[in-house]
Protein backbone atom coordinates (compact mmCIF):
# COMPACT_ATOMS: atom_id res chain seq x y z
CA UNK A 1 0.00 0.00 0.00
CA UNK A 2 0.83 3.97 -0.16
CA UNK A 3 3.63 2.90 -3.33
CA UNK A 4 2.92 6.58 -4.41
CA UNK A 5 4.04 8.03 -2.05
CA UNK A 6 6.92 5.66 -0.91
CA UNK A 7 7.85 6.08 -4.32
CA UNK A 8 7.55 10.06 -4.07
CA UNK A 9 9.52 9.67 -1.01
CA UNK A 10 12.30 8.02 -2.44
CA UNK A 11 12.87 10.48 -5.40
CA UNK A 12 12.66 13.32 -2.84
CA UNK A 13 14.73 12.19 -0.03
CA UNK A 14 17.45 10.95 -2.22
CA UNK A 15 20.97 12.44 -2.43
CA UNK A 16 23.95 11.91 -4.97
CA UNK A 17 26.14 10.22 -2.07
CA UNK A 18 22.76 7.74 -2.04
CA UNK A 19 24.07 6.80 -5.48
CA UNK A 20 25.99 3.74 -5.58
CA UNK A 21 29.73 4.51 -7.24
CA UNK A 22 28.82 1.31 -10.06
CA UNK A 23 25.69 3.17 -11.15
CA UNK A 24 27.25 7.02 -11.67
CA UNK A 25 29.68 4.83 -14.03
CA UNK A 26 26.69 3.47 -15.66
CA UNK A 27 24.95 6.83 -15.92
CA UNK A 28 27.43 8.18 -18.29
CA UNK A 29 27.60 4.77 -20.26
CA UNK A 30 23.58 5.57 -20.46
CA UNK A 31 23.99 9.39 -21.30
CA UNK A 32 26.67 8.86 -24.38
CA UNK A 33 24.52 5.90 -25.56
CA UNK A 34 21.30 8.53 -25.57
CA UNK A 35 23.22 10.94 -27.66
CA UNK A 36 24.56 8.34 -30.09
CA UNK A 37 20.71 6.98 -30.68
CA UNK A 38 19.91 11.32 -30.84
CA UNK A 39 22.39 12.03 -33.64
CA UNK A 40 21.28 8.61 -35.63
CA UNK A 41 17.64 9.21 -34.70
CA UNK A 42 18.07 13.35 -35.69
CA UNK A 43 18.73 12.02 -39.61
CA UNK A 44 15.44 10.48 -40.15
CA UNK A 45 12.49 11.73 -41.43
CA UNK A 46 9.86 10.92 -38.85
CA UNK A 47 12.12 12.98 -36.52
CA UNK A 48 12.30 16.00 -38.36
CA UNK A 49 8.40 15.62 -39.17
CA UNK A 50 8.08 16.38 -34.97
CA UNK A 51 10.99 18.70 -35.16
CA UNK A 52 9.24 20.66 -38.05
CA UNK A 53 5.91 21.02 -36.19
CA UNK A 54 7.75 22.03 -33.07
CA UNK A 55 9.93 24.39 -34.72
CA UNK A 56 6.32 25.92 -35.99
CA UNK A 57 4.40 26.35 -33.05
CA UNK A 58 6.90 28.38 -31.60
CA UNK A 59 8.04 28.96 -27.68
CA UNK A 60 11.06 30.52 -25.82
CA UNK A 61 14.64 29.43 -27.19
CA UNK A 62 15.67 27.43 -24.19
CA UNK A 63 17.13 23.92 -24.52
CA UNK A 64 19.37 21.98 -27.62
CA UNK A 65 17.47 19.41 -30.44
CA UNK A 66 19.68 17.11 -32.02
CA UNK A 67 21.37 18.52 -35.15
CA UNK A 68 19.20 21.58 -35.27
CA UNK A 69 20.78 25.25 -35.25
CA UNK A 70 17.80 26.77 -33.16
CA UNK A 71 16.71 25.62 -29.70
CA UNK A 72 13.30 24.89 -28.67
CA UNK A 73 11.09 25.56 -25.29
CA UNK A 74 11.86 22.82 -22.89
CA UNK A 75 8.72 20.78 -22.92
CA UNK A 76 9.02 20.99 -27.19
CA UNK A 77 12.77 19.82 -27.11
CA UNK A 78 11.83 17.30 -24.60
CA UNK A 79 9.52 15.87 -27.21
CA UNK A 80 11.78 16.40 -30.23
CA UNK A 81 14.55 14.63 -28.89
CA UNK A 82 12.80 11.85 -27.23
CA UNK A 83 11.44 11.09 -30.42
CA UNK A 84 14.87 11.20 -32.06
CA UNK A 85 16.11 9.41 -29.74
CA UNK A 86 14.22 6.67 -30.07
CA UNK A 87 13.31 7.04 -33.97
CA UNK A 88 15.89 3.84 -34.97
CA UNK A 89 15.76 1.03 -32.54
CA UNK A 90 19.00 1.74 -31.10
CA UNK A 91 18.26 3.12 -27.70
CA UNK A 92 18.92 0.65 -24.60
CA UNK A 93 16.02 -1.11 -23.00
CA UNK A 94 14.86 -2.99 -20.00
CA UNK A 95 11.75 -3.96 -17.61
CA UNK A 96 9.79 -2.87 -20.02
CA UNK A 97 11.16 0.36 -20.32
CA UNK A 98 12.89 2.89 -22.83
CA UNK A 99 13.82 5.62 -20.10
CA UNK A 100 17.06 7.10 -22.48
CA UNK A 101 14.05 8.43 -24.67
CA UNK A 102 11.96 9.55 -21.52
CA UNK A 103 13.76 10.86 -18.79
CA UNK A 104 16.83 11.50 -20.13
CA UNK A 105 15.49 13.79 -23.10
CA UNK A 106 13.52 15.83 -19.97
CA UNK A 107 16.14 15.91 -17.38
CA UNK A 108 18.61 17.65 -19.99
CA UNK A 109 16.19 20.28 -21.53
CA UNK A 110 15.55 21.52 -17.78
CA UNK A 111 19.09 21.22 -16.58
CA UNK A 112 19.85 23.26 -19.53
CA UNK A 113 17.78 25.76 -18.96
CA UNK A 114 18.41 26.57 -15.37
CA UNK A 115 22.28 25.55 -15.74
CA UNK A 116 22.33 22.61 -13.19
CA UNK A 117 25.68 20.88 -12.20
CA UNK A 118 26.65 17.56 -13.74
CA UNK A 119 25.51 15.45 -10.61
CA UNK A 120 22.06 17.22 -10.01
CA UNK A 121 21.72 15.66 -13.57
CA UNK A 122 22.71 12.42 -12.82
CA UNK A 123 21.00 12.28 -9.80
CA UNK A 124 17.42 13.35 -11.33
CA UNK A 125 18.64 10.97 -14.31
CA UNK A 126 19.08 7.78 -12.63
CA UNK A 127 16.17 8.61 -10.37
CA UNK A 128 13.90 8.75 -13.23
CA UNK A 129 15.38 5.73 -14.95
CA UNK A 130 14.72 3.63 -11.66
CA UNK A 131 11.05 4.85 -11.26
CA UNK A 132 10.26 3.96 -15.00
CA UNK A 133 11.87 0.83 -15.04
CA UNK A 134 10.02 0.00 -11.51
CA UNK A 135 6.65 0.79 -13.33
CA UNK A 136 7.72 -1.30 -16.26
CA UNK A 137 8.21 -4.28 -13.54
CA UNK A 138 5.37 -3.91 -12.20
CA UNK A 139 2.83 -3.48 -14.81
CA UNK A 140 4.56 -6.78 -16.53
CA UNK A 141 4.81 -7.69 -19.74
CA UNK A 142 1.11 -7.99 -20.11
CA UNK A 143 0.73 -4.49 -20.74
CA UNK A 144 2.14 -4.74 -23.80
CA UNK A 145 1.46 -8.19 -25.25
CA UNK A 146 -2.28 -8.49 -23.70
CA UNK A 147 -3.26 -4.81 -23.37
CA UNK A 148 -1.57 -3.82 -26.83
CA UNK A 149 -0.04 -0.52 -24.89
CA UNK A 150 3.20 0.49 -25.87
CA UNK A 151 5.37 0.70 -23.28
CA UNK A 152 7.67 3.34 -23.17
CA UNK A 153 4.51 5.23 -24.18
CA UNK A 154 2.81 4.21 -21.11
CA UNK A 155 5.69 4.04 -18.63
CA UNK A 156 7.80 6.66 -19.70
CA UNK A 157 6.01 9.79 -18.08
CA UNK A 158 6.55 8.53 -14.37
CA UNK A 159 10.56 8.66 -14.73
CA UNK A 160 10.30 11.90 -16.91
CA UNK A 161 8.31 13.42 -13.82
CA UNK A 162 10.00 12.05 -11.62
CA UNK A 163 13.15 13.13 -12.89
CA UNK A 164 12.19 16.73 -13.59
CA UNK A 165 10.42 16.90 -10.04
CA UNK A 166 14.39 16.11 -8.60
CA UNK A 167 15.86 18.89 -10.51
CA UNK A 168 13.01 21.16 -9.21
CA UNK A 169 13.69 19.96 -5.62
CA UNK A 170 10.23 19.15 -5.31
CA UNK A 171 9.01 17.47 -1.59
CA UNK A 172 7.77 14.00 -1.13
CA UNK A 173 3.57 15.49 -1.37
CA UNK A 174 4.40 17.58 -4.90
CA UNK A 175 6.60 14.70 -6.38
CA UNK A 176 3.69 12.46 -5.38
CA UNK A 177 0.91 15.24 -7.48
CA UNK A 178 3.98 15.32 -10.46
CA UNK A 179 4.21 11.04 -10.45
CA UNK A 180 -0.50 11.44 -10.68
CA UNK A 181 -0.53 13.92 -13.51
CA UNK A 182 1.80 12.06 -14.77
CA UNK A 183 -0.55 8.87 -14.92
CA UNK A 184 -2.87 11.03 -17.05
CA UNK A 185 -0.68 11.39 -19.70
CA UNK A 186 -0.07 7.56 -19.95
CA UNK A 187 -0.63 6.85 -23.54
CA UNK A 188 0.53 4.85 -26.63
CA UNK A 189 -0.84 1.99 -28.54
CA UNK A 190 1.24 -1.36 -30.41
CA UNK A 191 -0.97 -0.97 -33.14
CA UNK A 192 1.70 0.79 -35.54
CA UNK A 193 3.42 -2.15 -35.39
CA UNK A 194 1.16 -4.24 -38.04
CA UNK A 195 1.26 -1.29 -40.76
CA UNK A 196 5.20 0.40 -39.77
CA UNK A 197 3.01 3.42 -38.88
CA UNK A 198 5.51 6.49 -37.24
CA UNK A 199 3.47 6.63 -33.96
CA UNK A 200 6.07 4.32 -32.56
CA UNK A 201 8.26 6.68 -33.08
CA UNK A 202 6.62 10.09 -31.30
CA UNK A 203 5.06 7.45 -28.04
CA UNK A 204 8.85 8.46 -26.60
CA UNK A 205 9.09 11.90 -27.16
CA UNK A 206 5.27 12.05 -25.99
CA UNK A 207 6.03 10.46 -22.36
CA UNK A 208 9.01 12.79 -22.06
CA UNK A 209 7.33 15.93 -22.39
CA UNK A 210 4.10 14.85 -20.95
CA UNK A 211 6.35 13.95 -17.73
CA UNK A 212 8.51 17.27 -17.67
CA UNK A 213 5.20 19.02 -17.79
CA UNK A 214 3.18 17.24 -15.08
CA UNK A 215 6.84 17.99 -12.86
CA UNK A 216 6.23 21.77 -13.76
CA UNK A 217 2.49 21.93 -12.89
CA UNK A 218 2.79 20.14 -9.92
CA UNK A 219 5.31 22.78 -8.93
CA UNK A 220 2.44 25.28 -9.21
CA UNK A 221 0.58 22.99 -6.65
CA UNK A 222 -1.50 21.42 -9.05
CA UNK A 223 -2.90 18.34 -7.73
CA UNK A 224 -2.52 14.79 -9.19
CA UNK A 225 -3.49 11.35 -7.45
CA UNK A 226 -1.27 10.35 -4.71
CA UNK A 227 -2.41 6.93 -5.11
CA UNK A 228 -1.96 6.98 -9.29
CA UNK A 229 0.09 3.62 -9.01
CA UNK A 230 -2.04 1.57 -6.61
CA UNK A 231 -5.17 2.43 -6.87
CA UNK A 232 -8.50 1.09 -7.71
CA UNK A 233 -8.49 2.96 -10.63
CA UNK A 234 -5.04 4.42 -11.07
CA UNK A 235 -2.15 3.03 -13.46
CA UNK A 236 -2.02 -0.49 -12.71
CA UNK A 237 -4.92 -1.33 -12.58
CA UNK A 238 -5.94 0.27 -15.77
CA UNK A 239 -3.37 -0.57 -17.83
CA UNK A 240 -1.90 -4.57 -16.74
CA UNK A 241 -3.90 -7.54 -16.65
CA UNK A 242 -2.10 -8.83 -13.94
CA UNK A 243 0.03 -6.05 -12.12
CA UNK A 244 2.32 -6.73 -9.44
CA UNK A 245 2.23 -3.64 -7.58
CA UNK A 246 5.02 -4.84 -4.74
CA UNK A 247 7.94 -4.66 -7.41
CA UNK A 248 7.31 -0.79 -7.27
CA UNK A 249 8.98 -0.77 -4.08
CA UNK A 250 11.00 -4.07 -3.14
CA UNK A 251 14.46 -2.97 -2.27
CA UNK A 252 14.04 0.37 -2.84
CA UNK A 253 17.11 2.25 -2.42
CA UNK A 254 19.26 -0.56 -2.02
CA UNK A 255 18.46 -2.36 -5.56
CA UNK A 256 18.89 -0.41 -8.35
CA UNK A 257 17.03 -2.09 -10.90
CA UNK A 258 17.64 0.29 -13.67
CA UNK A 259 21.82 -0.49 -14.26
CA UNK A 260 19.84 -3.61 -15.42
CA UNK A 261 19.46 -2.34 -18.95
CA UNK A 262 20.38 -3.34 -22.17
CA UNK A 263 22.38 -1.59 -24.60
CA UNK A 264 21.41 -2.27 -28.55
CA UNK A 265 24.12 -3.08 -30.22
CA UNK A 266 22.61 -2.97 -33.53
CA UNK A 267 19.31 -1.10 -35.46
CA UNK A 268 16.69 -3.39 -34.39
CA UNK A 269 14.38 -4.86 -31.93
CA UNK A 270 15.79 -6.23 -29.41
CA UNK A 271 14.20 -9.72 -30.36
CA UNK A 272 16.68 -9.26 -33.00
CA UNK A 273 19.96 -8.51 -31.44
CA UNK A 274 21.54 -11.49 -29.94
CA UNK A 275 20.50 -13.33 -33.19
CA UNK A 276 22.10 -10.68 -35.35
CA UNK A 277 25.20 -10.68 -33.64
CA UNK A 278 25.53 -14.30 -34.08
CA UNK A 279 25.02 -13.51 -37.84
CA UNK A 280 28.25 -11.11 -37.31
CA UNK A 281 30.22 -14.38 -35.61
CA UNK A 282 29.17 -16.08 -38.62
CA UNK A 283 30.18 -14.37 -41.64
CA UNK A 284 33.79 -13.84 -39.76
CA UNK A 285 34.25 -17.14 -39.52
CA UNK A 286 32.64 -18.13 -43.39
CA UNK A 287 32.89 -16.14 -46.54
CA UNK A 288 29.51 -16.06 -48.04
CA UNK A 289 27.23 -13.88 -50.81
CA UNK A 290 23.19 -13.74 -50.57
CA UNK A 291 23.07 -15.98 -53.38
CA UNK A 292 25.27 -18.58 -51.57
CA UNK A 293 22.31 -18.79 -48.89
CA UNK A 294 19.53 -21.35 -49.48
CA UNK A 295 17.20 -21.83 -46.20
CA UNK A 296 17.69 -20.34 -43.12
CA UNK A 297 15.61 -21.49 -39.58
CA UNK A 298 15.75 -19.42 -36.62
CA UNK A 299 14.57 -21.67 -33.74
CA UNK A 300 13.53 -19.32 -30.51
CA UNK A 301 12.07 -18.49 -27.02
CA UNK A 302 8.20 -17.48 -27.34
CA UNK A 303 9.17 -13.48 -27.41
CA UNK A 304 11.39 -14.46 -31.05
CA UNK A 305 8.19 -15.31 -32.51
CA UNK A 306 5.85 -12.90 -31.73
CA UNK A 307 3.59 -12.00 -34.39
CA UNK A 308 4.82 -8.50 -34.43
CA UNK A 309 7.89 -9.17 -35.51
CA UNK A 310 7.05 -12.22 -38.60
CA UNK A 311 6.72 -9.56 -41.45
CA UNK A 312 8.87 -10.58 -44.24
CA UNK A 313 7.82 -8.12 -46.74
CA UNK A 314 7.89 -4.78 -44.83
CA UNK A 315 7.00 -1.61 -46.58
CA UNK A 316 8.75 1.13 -44.49
CA UNK A 317 12.09 1.25 -42.23
CA UNK A 318 9.91 0.55 -38.91
CA UNK A 319 8.06 -2.51 -40.80
CA UNK A 320 11.81 -3.77 -41.80
CA UNK A 321 13.22 -3.16 -37.95
CA UNK A 322 10.71 -4.69 -36.16
CA UNK A 323 10.56 -7.86 -38.62
CA UNK A 324 13.14 -10.45 -37.34
CA UNK A 325 13.06 -12.67 -40.81
CA UNK A 326 13.90 -9.07 -42.88
CA UNK A 327 16.51 -7.99 -40.26
CA UNK A 328 18.18 -11.56 -40.64
CA UNK A 329 18.29 -10.51 -44.07
CA UNK A 330 19.78 -7.33 -43.76
CA UNK A 331 22.38 -9.11 -41.17
CA UNK A 332 23.26 -11.31 -44.15
CA UNK A 333 23.83 -9.24 -46.64
CA UNK A 334 25.00 -6.32 -45.20
CA UNK A 335 27.23 -4.84 -42.29
CA UNK A 336 24.66 -4.27 -40.20
CA UNK A 337 27.14 -3.13 -37.01
CA UNK A 338 27.09 0.34 -39.44
CA UNK A 339 23.48 2.19 -38.49
CA UNK A 340 23.73 3.55 -41.96
CA UNK A 341 23.59 0.26 -44.02
CA UNK A 342 20.13 -0.14 -42.94
CA UNK A 343 18.31 1.99 -45.06
CA UNK A 344 15.18 3.29 -47.41
CA UNK A 345 16.95 0.93 -49.95
CA UNK A 346 17.01 -2.47 -48.37
CA UNK A 347 13.41 -2.12 -48.66
CA UNK A 348 13.23 -2.72 -52.27
CA UNK A 349 16.72 -4.63 -52.83
CA UNK A 350 15.35 -7.84 -54.40
CA UNK A 351 18.02 -10.14 -53.21
CA UNK A 352 17.05 -8.94 -49.32
CA UNK A 353 13.68 -8.93 -49.93
CA UNK A 354 14.27 -12.40 -51.71
CA UNK A 355 16.16 -14.26 -48.42
CA UNK A 356 14.00 -12.67 -46.38
CA UNK A 357 11.61 -15.28 -47.85
CA UNK A 358 13.74 -18.19 -47.24
CA UNK A 359 13.77 -17.62 -43.32
CA UNK A 360 11.69 -19.48 -41.37
CA UNK A 361 11.03 -18.92 -38.04
CA UNK A 362 9.43 -20.90 -35.15
CA UNK A 363 9.52 -21.76 -31.55
CA UNK A 364 11.10 -23.78 -29.30
CA UNK A 365 10.18 -24.79 -25.98
CA UNK A 366 13.31 -25.56 -24.90
CA UNK A 367 14.44 -22.33 -25.28
CA UNK A 368 13.95 -19.12 -23.27
CA UNK A 369 12.99 -15.30 -23.38
CA UNK A 370 15.47 -14.42 -26.35
CA UNK A 371 17.66 -17.55 -26.63
CA UNK A 372 17.84 -18.53 -30.37
CA UNK A 373 19.61 -21.44 -32.64
CA UNK A 374 20.00 -20.32 -36.06
CA UNK A 375 21.09 -22.45 -38.68
CA UNK A 376 21.83 -20.93 -42.42
CA UNK A 377 22.00 -23.18 -45.47
CA UNK A 378 25.57 -21.65 -47.41
CA UNK A 379 26.11 -23.82 -50.96
CA UNK A 380 24.30 -26.26 -49.42
CA UNK A 381 25.84 -27.02 -45.89
CA UNK A 382 24.12 -25.91 -42.76
CA UNK A 383 26.37 -23.97 -39.97
CA UNK A 384 24.60 -23.34 -36.84
CA UNK A 385 25.06 -20.58 -34.35
CA UNK A 386 23.54 -19.43 -31.02
CA UNK A 387 21.95 -16.02 -30.29
CA UNK A 388 22.54 -15.57 -26.46
CA UNK A 389 23.96 -12.36 -26.42
CA UNK A 390 25.24 -9.28 -27.64
CA UNK A 391 27.18 -6.36 -27.03
CA UNK A 392 25.67 -4.42 -24.58
CA UNK A 393 23.22 -7.27 -23.17
CA UNK A 394 23.36 -8.23 -19.63
CA UNK A 395 25.82 -10.77 -19.94
CA UNK A 396 28.06 -8.44 -22.05
CA UNK A 397 27.94 -5.05 -20.62
CA UNK A 398 29.68 -2.38 -22.08
CA UNK A 399 31.90 -0.04 -20.30
CA UNK A 400 32.31 3.54 -20.76
CA UNK A 401 35.40 2.52 -23.70
CA UNK A 402 32.78 0.27 -25.37
CA UNK A 403 30.13 2.43 -25.57
CA UNK A 404 32.34 5.00 -26.73
CA UNK A 405 33.44 2.79 -29.55
CA UNK A 406 29.44 2.58 -30.07
CA UNK A 407 29.28 6.60 -30.29
CA UNK A 408 32.03 7.10 -32.49
CA UNK A 409 30.97 4.65 -34.61
CA UNK A 410 27.12 5.97 -35.02
CA UNK A 411 28.53 9.32 -35.03
CA UNK A 412 31.32 9.66 -37.35
CA UNK A 413 28.93 10.19 -40.86
CA UNK A 414 27.25 12.68 -39.02
CA UNK A 415 29.41 15.28 -36.82
CA UNK A 416 32.66 16.37 -36.91
CA UNK A 417 35.22 14.33 -35.38
CA UNK A 418 36.52 17.33 -32.81
CA UNK A 419 33.16 17.41 -31.36
CA UNK A 420 32.78 13.40 -31.40
CA UNK A 421 35.39 13.72 -29.17
CA UNK A 422 34.56 16.77 -26.71
CA UNK A 423 31.18 14.82 -26.20
CA UNK A 424 32.99 11.41 -24.88
CA UNK A 425 35.26 13.96 -22.85
CA UNK A 426 32.41 15.61 -21.27
CA UNK A 427 30.06 13.18 -20.66
CA UNK A 428 33.17 10.76 -19.04
CA UNK A 429 33.38 13.49 -16.56
CA UNK A 430 29.99 14.76 -16.46
CA UNK A 431 29.70 14.26 -12.51
CA UNK A 432 32.43 17.61 -12.32
CA UNK A 433 30.72 19.54 -14.83
CA UNK A 434 29.33 23.03 -13.39
CA UNK A 435 26.99 23.88 -15.98
CA UNK A 436 24.83 21.29 -17.87
CA UNK A 437 24.58 23.54 -21.00
CA UNK A 438 28.25 22.78 -21.69
CA UNK A 439 27.02 19.78 -23.15
CA UNK A 440 23.48 20.36 -23.85
CA UNK A 441 24.68 22.70 -27.00
CA UNK A 442 26.74 20.41 -28.25
CA UNK A 443 24.04 17.55 -29.64
CA UNK A 444 22.49 21.09 -31.91
Not at 363 to 384: K, M, N, Q, W, Y
Request: charged share 20%; glycine share 10%.
Amino acid sequence: MNETLRIAQFVAETRFQDLPFDLIDKAKVFVLDNLASGFVGAEQPWSNKVASLASELGGNSEASVFSQKTKFDVSRASLVNGAMIGAFEVEHVGHSAHPGGTAFPAALAFAEREHLDGRSFILAMMLGYEVTCRVGAAQTRATEDERGFHNPGVNGPFGAAAAVAKLMNLDQETTAWALGIAGSHSAGLTEFAFEGAMTKRLHLGRAAQMGLESALLAGKDFTGPTTVFEGRHGYLNAVSPNPQPAKLTCGLGQEWISRELAIKAYPCHVTGQAIVHAIQGLKKRIAFSPSDIGKVSIAGGSRIVSSRHAEREPTNMLGGQYSLPFTVAVALARDISNPVAFNEEVLVDPEIRALARRIEVSEDPALSGLESEITVVIRGEGHTSYGKGFPGSLGYPLDYEGVAEKFRRYTEPLIDEPRVGLIIELVKRLDGIEDMSELAELIG
